[in-house]
């Protein structure tokens, strides 16, 4: 159509062109009809051109659209995509509209920032949580208004690395908040905010509790533990059955409140950057070599291959603690004359800790859950061995505070190994200074 048009105009011109070439040489003054044909020609171009650049610019009163020629197409053709834009502009007007009212009633605070953390837009709950006023705290840094250090390192990485942070809110005494970071556009990120108060005050309770009742049964779980020690030996053989197996149940009873109370302070600390030190590992682990050969009592196969020049650091006890509990646990679910391996490396993604036995394994279904607390794979197998269901935990948590993962490789009858591997940058050398 529109080449039709265009060339219907050209052939216009032409033809009229012709005429009045013609006309000139009939009145002898071919120069001076081209030259009234030019110029009128250019006139009606530059009228147009005029008529189409004050409609464009939004001047349209007493601005016709009515023309002739390749002009006429040229409006009608404007005036159709104008209508077009318009009904495409009102859709997206209805739903930017629709996204701010669905963004006004969420229960969560949204904000949206720019590349340098200023705020550019936020929701009535991020207005009440933060008290913000508007249009007044906009284009402000957010950090401007949550003024707290985890949060600001934790905003500052949100490119790098994604995840949630917890931190206390530093706008109002003893609240809680967690917040998220989700990418918008490509200098843009909204941030959602929660109030975890009460779930922090329900989770503190809870620890709470557990330490204080581990403590309380400690003092007399002692008592019974020194009196039934004191019988153990009676003279009368059924007196002395019952009181070694009320013993062993005392016994794990206090392994039990021992690893209650490990598994509550890890879960209410955070290691402090400042005060992790170098860790001996190859020190540590040789410790915990002897202390499976007492455990053992000659009847496993104990290999240790460590890395005598590769230190770590972090919080010694805990991970002591956490790889006691590996090198226990693989004694104990192996049969008598069973090997057990256990390797200090590092690898390329970090220095990674293994622990390998040729056991009863693990069935692939329990897999995930064996680090749960007081999860068990089969009840049975648990109370045979005397284990607590928490020993696992104890070492998820130990590996989560020091940004470590753990995998687990199982096979049902096979064997397990337990692999932990700790970021790069926690490897350090014999020669390394303390930091």
Same mark, same amino acid.
């Given at each position: 159509m529109a080449a039709r048009s265009w060339k219907l105009h050209l052939s216009t011109v032409i033809a009229l062109a012709l005429l009045v070439l013609l006309a000139g040489l009939i009145a002898g003054q071919v120069t001076l009809f081209i030259a009234i044909f030019s110029l009128s020609y250019a006139a009606w171009l530059l009228h147009h051109v005029w008529r189409l650049h004050q409609w464009l610019g939004g001047r349209r009163r007493g601005i016709s659209t009515e023309s002739t020629g390749i002009w006429r197409d040229i409006f009608s053709k404007y005036s159709v995509?104008?209508?077009?834009?318009?009904?495409?502009?009102?859709?997206?007007?209805?739903?930017?509209?629709?996204?701010?009212?669905?963004?006004?009633?969420?229960?969560?605070?949204?904000?949206?920032?720019? !590349?340098?953390?200023?705020?550019?837009?936020?929701n009535n709950a991020a207005q009440r949580l933060l008290e913000l006023k508007s249009p007044a705290d906009l284009g402000r840094p957010l950090t401007n208004l949550l003024r707290d250090p985890e949060f600001t390192d934790w905003l500052a990485v949100q490119g790098k690395i994604k995840g949630p942070i917890e931190f206390?809110?530093?706008?109002?005494?003893?609240?809680?908040?967690?917040?998220n970071s989700v990418s918008v556009r490509d200098n843009q990120r909204?941030?959602?905010? &929660?109030?975890?108060?009460?779930?922090?005050?329900?989770?503190?309770? &809870?620890?709470?509790?557990?330490?204080?009742?581990?403590?309380?049964?400690?003092?007399?779980?002692?008592?019974?533990?020194?009196?039934l020690e004191m019988l153990e030996n009676h003279d009368s053989s059924d007196v002395s059955t019952a009181v070694q197996k009320m013993l062993a149940q005392t016994l794990h009873m206090?392994?039990?409140?021992?690893?209650?109370?490990?598994?509550?302070?890890? %879960?209410?600390d955070t290691i402090d950057e400042a005060e992790s030190m170098r860790v001996n590992m190859s020190a540590m682990l040789m410790q915990l070599k002897e202390q499976a050969e007492e455990i053992s009592r000659g009847q496993h196969e104990l290999v240790f291959d460590i890395d005598p020049k590769l230190h770590l650091k972090g919080v010694a006890a805990d991970l002591e603690s956490a790889i006691g509990n590996l090198i226990g646990n693989a004694i104990k679910f192996s049969p008598?004359?069973?090997?057990?391996?256990?390797?200090?490396?590092?690898?390329?993604? !970090?220095? %990674?800790?293994?622990?390998?036995?040729?056991?009863?394994?693990?069935?692939?279904?329990d897999i995930p859950r064996v680090t749960e607390r007081f999860y068990r794979v089969g009840t049975d197998r648990g109370r045979s061995t005397g284990g607590t269901g928490l020993g696992l935990a104890i070492v998820k948590h130990v590996?989560?505070?020091?940004?470590?993962?753990?995998?687990?490789?199982?096979?049902?009858?096979?064997?397990?190994?337990?692999?932990?591997?700790f970021p790069a940058e926690r490897a350090q050398g014999v020669n390394e200074a303390d930091s």
């Amino acid at each position: 159509m529109a080449a039709r048009s265009w060339k219907l105009h050209l052939s216009t011109v032409i033809a009229l062109a012709l005429l009045v070439l013609l006309a000139g040489l009939i009145a002898g003054q071919v120069t001076l009809f081209i030259a009234i044909f030019s110029l009128s020609y250019a006139a009606w171009l530059l009228h147009h051109v005029w008529r189409l650049h004050q409609w464009l610019g939004g001047r349209r009163r007493g601005i016709s659209t009515e023309s002739t020629g390749i002009w006429r197409d040229i409006f009608s053709k404007y005036s159709v995509l104008e209508q077009s834009n318009e009904r495409q502009k009102r859709r997206f007007e209805n739903m930017i509209n629709d996204f701010r009212e669905l963004t006004q009633s969420f229960p969560d605070a949204a904000l949206v920032i720019d !590349g340098a953390d200023n705020i550019v837009w936020f929701n009535n709950a991020a207005q009440r949580l933060l008290e913000l006023k508007s249009p007044a705290d906009l284009g402000r840094p957010l950090t401007n208004l949550l003024r707290d250090p985890e949060f600001t390192d934790w905003l500052a990485v949100q490119g790098k690395i994604k995840g949630p942070i917890e931190f206390q809110s530093p706008r109002a005494e003893n609240q809680w908040l967690s917040a998220n970071s989700v990418s918008v556009r490509d200098n843009q990120r909204m941030i959602v905010l &929660r109030d975890i108060t009460e779930v922090h005050n329900v989770e503190k309770i &809870r620890r709470d509790f557990v330490a204080n009742i581990s403590h309380e049964l400690r003092t007399p779980l002692t008592v019974l533990q020194g009196y039934l020690e004191m019988l153990e030996n009676h003279d009368s053989s059924d007196v002395s059955t019952a009181v070694q197996k009320m013993l062993a149940q005392t016994l794990h009873m206090q392994s039990m409140l021992d690893d209650l109370l490990e598994l509550s302070r890890l %879960q209410s600390d955070t290691i402090d950057e400042a005060e992790s030190m170098r860790v001996n590992m190859s020190a540590m682990l040789m410790q915990l070599k002897e202390q499976a050969e007492e455990i053992s009592r000659g009847q496993h196969e104990l290999v240790f291959d460590i890395d005598p020049k590769l230190h770590l650091k972090g919080v010694a006890a805990d991970l002591e603690s956490a790889i006691g509990n590996l090198i226990g646990n693989a004694i104990k679910f192996s049969p008598e004359g069973g090997p057990i391996y256990v390797s200090w490396k590092n690898s390329p993604v !970090g220095p %990674q800790l293994t622990v390998r036995d040729e056991g009863i394994g693990i069935p692939k279904r329990d897999i995930p859950r064996v680090t749960e607390r007081f999860y068990r794979v089969g009840t049975d197998r648990g109370r045979s061995t005397g284990g607590t269901g928490l020993g696992l935990a104890i070492v998820k948590h130990v590996m989560n505070a020091h940004q470590a993962t753990l995998s687990i490789d199982s096979e049902l009858g096979e064997g397990s190994v337990f692999t932990c591997t700790f970021p790069a940058e926690r490897a350090q050398g014999v020669n390394e200074a303390d930091s």
